[in-house]
Nanobody
Framework: VQLQASGGGLVQAGGSLRLSCAASGRTLSNYHVGWFRQAPGKEREFVSA????????AYADSVKGRFTISRANAGNTVYLQMNSLKSEDTAVYYC????????????????WGQGTQVTVSS
């Protein structure tokens, strides 16, 4: 499955963005999906994840209460709504998918999108 992440941009601190993750080639509705981010000079880190059924979601402590992950379009699009953005949220955001894994380790996701840049100015 090929993933496409979009929706990044430049926003002021306190603002909002909504990232989208869509799939081509196959339906994303059967896959668990995770969002990760990587800032310059840092390792890729877990942000949020949602199971294929949407019954379970998870968030990194740093984004709890500010970010919301959800599915739409019969599960074929996964959104990451990001509110109250902070300068430390600046990173390239990636969506990833896997048939069996829905956890926090990026190494266990088999499919990745190309990333979308989020820049938060203070």
């Amino acid at each position: 499955v090929q993933l496409q992440a979009s929706g990044g941009g430049l926003v002021q601190a306190g603002g909002s963005l909504r990232l989208s993750c869509a799939a081509s080639g196959r339906t994303l509705s059967n896959y668990h999906v995770g969002w990760f981010r990587q800032a310059p000079g840092k390792e890729r880190e877990f942000v949020s994840a949602i199971t294929w059924s949407s019954l379970t979601t998870a968030y990194a402590d740093s984004v709890k209460g500010r970010f919301t992950i959800s599915r739409a379009n019969a599960g074929n699009t996964v959104y990451l709504q990001m509110n109250s953005l902070k300068s430390e949220d600046t990173a390239v955001y990636y969506c990833a998918a896997d048939l069996y894994y829905s956890g926090t380790s990026p190494n266990n996701y088999n499919y990745w999108g190309q990333g979308t840049q989020v820049t938060v100015s203070s």
